[in-house]
């Protein structure tokens, strides 16, 4: 169980929900994997702890095995043993956590979703500990992500800290205000919180609904450090519109946090090695993505007629907060101005998956629109080498990977101004912008009028000047979007928190 740290770096353990390959459903996945990899290749040991859920991904992880060890976590008044199994994913060490419960948690065939997540998860956290406190881990800094794995923060100060495992720092990073997991107050003592002290205004109660309890607003309180994921975002949520109840604890504990714009993992996401890319390219190469182009086209049964008819892309969880209306607009619009359009998107909400569906029989047998209505990270691949543009008209979006991923790959971004889009997506004709960093097209507004220029803008540029047009994707695929200079921050954050531990226990 216990590995000597061997380098001289911070010992980092993340406790999360998911973990891309192997556990993902969004951004969250990509960051736990990107994040890690990049502190593990600056010298730091990073673990990761992650539920063993049915589905995951189990040809992604190597040498997986049980441990002989049980380990028995509180849960209920009682102590339940968890099994608990080693392996490697992406070169990272992970622990998955296997509860010998009688509800079964992470046996549901999904992540989320289930009547009884604020159970689920609450437990996983606590186990999650249990597992470092039994053996002997003395990590440097604890990183928990999403209100799923926010309950670690109270567990550690008000439980662990007391026991003597105390040698970390938190760290909590919020990809989404949006998930708070807020529920009764009763539910809160299962893990073995305690109500008395937790349900105030300045610890856990919801700030919204006082019968509730908020893991995410536990979190901000008892965190070291909090994060989330664009700077602009971080703005946003000091805000009556935008905090979803939160701004007023975020303003309180302002000085510990911020925001790090994420970045994306550039070994997976790199169109000169995709193995599921028929033909390579790059940006001094980029015959391959007409291929590519052409390829998809066929495959997905649109027309190959015209070569240059701009192919427009979205590939989104299917969400009110993703515009869901201004992309079934933009699919009309992309047709109006002559292009094609393509979705890759799902949805957990069953009355936007059915309008879709609909749409999707509408345009089956379509020349110009094609809509595919799953999760399918082999066809997003295919779809994000293959476009000309990449459309995210969100009405919110804390940092969004999508955009990145798709300039990689050559697409160019048309984004609506917000969160982590404003801080990597500046209008080609935004004078404000040194030309170097300017990178698509973007609108303020989420409305129809703003999105219709916005694309209309996009398709003039493509049109009029192909020479640059390609100047353009050039640019955006030689743009630097790794996890390095978002992993120094991290590395800085940590590093700061863990010297102000250190002072004050050398104090004391
Ligand atoms: P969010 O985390 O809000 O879903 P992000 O833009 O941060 O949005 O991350 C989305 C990630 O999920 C990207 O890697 C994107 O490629 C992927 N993704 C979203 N929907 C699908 C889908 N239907 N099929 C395959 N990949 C998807």
Redesign the pocket.
Known sequence: LTQPQTSKGLHIVHIAAEM?PVA?????G?VVSGLSKSLQRKGHLVEIVLPKYDCLQYDQISGLKALDVAIESFFDGQLFKNKIWVGIVEGLPVFFIEPQHPSMFFHRGSFYGEHDDFKRFSFFSRAALELLYQAGKKPDVIHCHDWQTAFVAPLYWDIYAAKGFNSARICFTC??FEYQGAAHVSELSSCGLDIQRLDRPDRMQDNLAFDRINPLKGAIVFSNIVTTVSPTYAQEVLTPECGRGLHGTLTIHSKKFVGVL?GIDTDSWNPSTDIVLPVKYSADDLQGKAENKDGLRRHLGLSSKKAFQPLVSC???L?P??GVHLIRHAIYQTMELGGQFVL???SPIPHIQMEFEGLASHFKNHPDARLIL????V??RLI?AASDMFIIPSLF???????M?AMRYGSVPIVRRTGGLNDSVFDVNDKTIPVQFRNGFSFSKPDEQELNNALKHAFDYYTRNPENWRKLVQNIMRLDFSWDSSAQQYEELYEKAVIKARAAANLA
């Open positions: 891309a993902k459903v969004g951004g969250l990509d990809h989404n994420n590939i989104t969880r969400v907060q993703k890759l998107g799902a799953k999760y399918d990270e066809l997003s994000y979006e804390p940092c969004g990977l999508t955009q991923i």
